[in-house]
T-cell receptor, first 114, second 113 residues
């Protein structure tokens, strides 16, 4: 079975540009999470969805960040405009209540904002 | 609020040495506890879990016991290998807390020949 698929794996952009990260969760999973990982702050939960509905977005750092889940098989995380401090690895993860909350992570999208 | 505290890394060991990575937690309810592992360049993956006090989770030679009296979930392995080099994250979920995991800061393990 395919795992969580993220794209792009690497993104280098200039400050002020719009960045869109994409995630395809595992089929049948009803929870989707977006995490950010940096050396300074570790692993931070940005937002999570249940059945495509945002449940908790308290970790979204500011209005420049937005996330959507238009259907059960696709989610995006958008940063507009991007800033150098947004440079990080962004992980998408999915899970299912039936699988006792084990999170399955994608390989991450490494974002560098110059 | 709920939190997880892990020992600072990096932890550097020789192959076949005994490993302990300490993890303690603070929670308002009765959490389930997890250890996740992140190999270089990859996402996190579940290593083991325990859902109630005195449960022992185990996988790939790693073990951790849920100790309610000391609010701890220390990770142990009797004989580490070079291939165990990774970052290890302790995490918790509260019962009734949806699927929102609270992670520790991670502990890097380096195993040398």
């Amino acid at each position: 079975d395919a795992g969580v698929i993220q794209s792009p794996r690497h993104e280098v952009t200039e400050m002020g540009q719009e960045v869109t990260l994409r995630c395809k969760p595992i089929s049948g999973h009803d929870y989707l999470f977006w995490y950010r990982q940096t050396m300074m702050r570790g692993l931070e939960l940005l937002i999570y969805f249940n059945n495509n509905v945002p449940i908790d977005d308290s970790g979204m750092p500011e209005d420049r960040f937005s996330a959507k889940m238009p259907n059960a098989s696709f989610s995006t995380l958008k940063i507009q405009p991007s800033e150098p401090r947004d440079s990080a690895v962004y992980f998408c993860a999915s899970s299912s209540e039936r699988l006792w909350r084990e999170l399955f992570f994608g390989e991450g999208s490494r974002l560098t904002v110059l | 609020g709920d939190s997880v505290t892990q020992m600072e890394g990096p932890v550097t060991l020789s192959e076949e040495a005994f490993l302990t990575i300490n993890c303690t937690y603070t929670a308002t309810g009765y959490p389930s506890l997890f250890w996740y592992v992140q190999y270089p360049g990859e996402g996190l993956q579940l290593l083991l879990k325990a859902t109630k006090a005195d449960d022992k989770g185990s996988n790939k030679g790693f073990e951790a016991t849920y100790r309610k009296e000391t609010t701890s979930f220390h990770l142990e392995k009797g004989s580490v290998q070079v291939s165990d080099s990774a970052v290890y994250f302790c995490a918790l979920i509260l019962t009734g807390g949806g699927n929102k995991l609270t992670f520790g800061t991670g502990t890097q393990l380096k195993v040398e020949l």
